[in-house]
Structure formats: C-alpha cells, structure tokens
C-alpha cells in the first residue's frame, strides 16, 4: 500500500506510475474519498467541541442541542467508516511506485539483460525436452498426476522425487551456511489479512487456492507467511537485517496462463520453492537486492547451470515490486533462457500494509521497513534444467557434481 499524502502531493508523477505499469486508475477518486472523510471528521470535531464547551459553560444564550448532536456524531461515525473502508479498499488495488533504475517498457520483450553467466552446452545430439526424457526414466509420470488431481499436477517417483528432495536440501543449506538465512518452516496456509500484507488479496483472489469452509487460503509462495512474520511490529534498527529461507509447496491456479507451458512440469498448480526474505532499512535496501539476487544465482552456478539476469520493465514488474531481477535458465529443448526466479525489492509498500516498522537508532520516530523477496530458487524449475542441461544421447541424465553429496553418491540417473 502507498501513503495516501504521496499520491495526493504526487498526482501527476504516480499517474505516469500507472500509466507505464499498464495500470488504469481514476485517482481523483482518491483525492474526492480524502475530502469527505476530512470534511466527516472536521464536523464531528466541531460539534464535539461544541458539546465540551456548553456542559462547561453555565451560559444558555448559546443555541446547542446536545440530543441532536449525539444523533449528528453517530451518523458522521457511521459515514466516516463508510468513507474510510472504501478508500482504503480503493488504496489496496494500486501498484507499488516504481524504482528510479526499473526500465520503461511494454512486456517481457523490453527487459534489458543485466548480465549472463556461462555457456549453454553444444550438443553432438538433438537434445530432447525434460518430459521425452523423464518419462522414459520413469522419474515423473505426468497421467497420474492428472488421474490424481487434474491438469498441471505431476507425480514424480524414483530418482525424480529423490533429486528434488536432493535439491531442496541443497539449497537449503546454501542459504542457511553460506548466506546467513534463518530457515524456517512456516504453515502452508494463511488468514486473508496476510496475502492481503504482501499484496495477493484483493486483488489476485482468483489465482489462488481457498478452504471454503475457513479464513484459510493455500500459500502461492513462502514469501507470504515469511515477510509477515513481523506484521504489526516495530523493530530495532540494531537488529535489522532479518534474513529467513523456507522450503514450502505452492499453489496457484495459474489463472490467465491458459496455453502456455500445457506440457511437463514447468507451470504447475502445485510445485516446490526454496524462498528468501529480507527486511531491512530503506537506506539497505537496494544493496540488499543485489545480495539477494547474487544469492539466488550461486544455486544456478554451483549447480553448472547457465543463466541470465535481466531488469524488469515497467510493463512486466509485479503489482508490489518497485525493482524486480529475473534470473532465466538456459533450457536447451526450448533453445533460450527461462525465468527460475525472480528477486524483488518491495520497499516500504507491503510494510505499510502489513505495520511493520523499526525504531531508528537514534531514537527517533519508528518508520515503516523495506522488505525484499525472492526465490531461491524454484526447486521443479531447478529439476527441469538438469535434466535437460545434463541429458546424455542414451536418454539418461548426468547428476551435477555439487548434487552428487545430497544423492548418496549416485551421478546418473538411467532407465
């Protein structure tokens, strides 16, 4: 959520926000919602003032009637909570500003590379893509997934459930040993308040999955329970920055992705995310992402991986994201780069929703956090990638050097 005193100062400058976030927004409803509720509230003050000041006052030339104002505040009460929750409502479904170095641009066409990182291997064979070859192997069987659940769900067995459990594990301790994470294992689900703290509800309700008999919604990541472990909190300075990585299952409904990725595991309801959360101080805030980023890429390049960084632009950022690196994969069946994890800096505008703050050093005011978050990394994605970055001719599959440990030794994986 913004601060409603910037988009009335800054009217013109957040509709250039909208504009190039492809967002459309009338905001001089806002500015109209602000001036009745102030208007609500200067009459009510008013009267209260008045009531104050004639039960002290024995002087009855003053025209007061103190039954009518009682009526009077109760209605301008009722009015103001009106007033309130739709302007609050109306605030909840505006974007997050957009940091000064996030590109304009219309899609995911107009995303500048930031850099690259390795060389995508040459084949002496036509590689294949990850399901011509999982299947064979019998490490997922795609039919039972649906036969199960529906479609987008997979069932994966042998070695294919062992790697991914291999990869969790993984990372998992490169994030807790190296990078200084304090992992934590969160609940799946969550109240409604808290996907509306980092900013899925309102207005991403239709992607994801709810308990119809509770206040109880599946998580569509781990960045939802991590980044509102704080909620309605005031921190020290001195104890920031906070760090937390979570393996959770995720689900989303994948609404409006109809067509894309049917086939495989690439964009599934339910998958497998390793997350990272930061919250920190806005002054840290943007060397913070570049940690974070450079976090989430050493998975990629322990692994031998090769991928790209590219800077978001304007018309491709998600909804609460001022910066946001996207970190592709080379998938060789597809010959070009797939998204694996996105790393974002939020700033102040999923604290504000959620009240999270810190007390500054020097003791004065507390001031709402930044946080950050990002994937570190997506394990079924991960998966994929070796598979088909580490296929052999035969249909078996290399097992990369660093994952060999977390495979009890085991380097291939054959029919």
């Known amino acids: 959520m913004l601060d409603i005193k910037y988009i009335l100062a800054n ?9 190039n976030r492809h967002f459309d927004f009338d905001l001089n409803v806002i500015a109209e919602l602000d001036s009745r509720r102030r208007k609500i509230i200067g009459e009510t003050e008013t009267l209260k003032a008045m ?17 009518a104002a009682k009526a009077r505040i109760k209605e301008l009460d009722s009015e103001l909570a009106e007033v309130e929750k739709e302007l609050h409502d109306y605030m909840m479904t505006l974007p997050n500003k957009l940091s000064s170095t996030t590109p304009i641009g219309n899609d995911e066409n107009d995303n500048p590379v930031v850099r690259t990182w390795g060389t995508p291997r040459e084949f002496t064979f036509e590689p294949k893509a990850h399901w011509d070859i999982a299947e064979p192997l019998g490490i997922m069987d795609f039919e039972k997934g649906v036969m199960l ?27 807790t040993k190296k990078h200084g994470y304090l992992e934590v294992e969160p609940p799946f689900m969550v109240r409604s308040a808290i996907l509306e703290g980092t900013g ?3 207005k991403f309700a239709e992607d994801l999955y ?34 937390y990585t979570a393996y959770t299952p995720c689900f989303r409904r994948e609404a409006g992705s109809a067509g894309r990725d049917v086939r495989g595991l690439m964009r599934q309801h339910q998958f497998d995310k390793v997350e990272m959360v930061k ?20 998975v990629l390049e322990t692994l031998g991986l090769p991928y790209r960084v590219v800077n978001l632009c304007s018309g491709d950022i998600g909804f609460g994201s001022a910066k946001t690196y996207d970190l592709e994969v080379w998938l060789p069946s597809q010959n070009k780069y797939r998204e694996i994890s996105s790393c974002s800096n939020c700033e102040d505008f999923q604290a504000r929703r959620m009240s999270l703050r810190y007390r500054p050093a020097d003791g004065g005011r507390p001031v709402f956090a930044h946080t ?12 994929i990638a070796i598979i088909e970055n580490y296929q052999n001719e035969d249909g078996s599959v290399n097992v990369p050097e660093a994952l060999v440990p977390y495979m009890d030794g085991i380097t291939r994986i054959t029919r």
């Open 11 to 19: 009217q013109a400058e957040y509709a250039e926000v909208l504009k």
């Open 51 to 67: 009531r104050n000041r004639k039960s002290k006052s024995a002087d009855a030339t003053e025209e007061f009637d103190p039954k």
């Open 149 to 175: 659940a529906q479609s987008r769900f997979t069932v994966l067995k042998g070695m294919g459930a062992r790697m991914e459990r291999a990869l969790v594990n993984f990372m998992l301790d490169m994030h």
């Open 200 to 202: 899925q509800l309102p």
């Open 210 to 243: 709810r308990l119809q008999n509770d206040d109880l919604w599946l998580i569509p990541t781990a960045e939802v329970p991590l980044t509102n472990l704080n909620r309605e909190s005031i921190l020290e300075e001195k104890d920031l920055p906070l760090y």
């Open 279 to 298: 919250i920190c101080t806005p002054e840290t805030s943007y060397d913070e992402l570049e940690k974070l980023t450079n976090n989430a890429a050493e």
């Open 372 to 383: 950050l978050n990002g994937s570190g990394i997506a394990v079924g994605r991960t998966l």
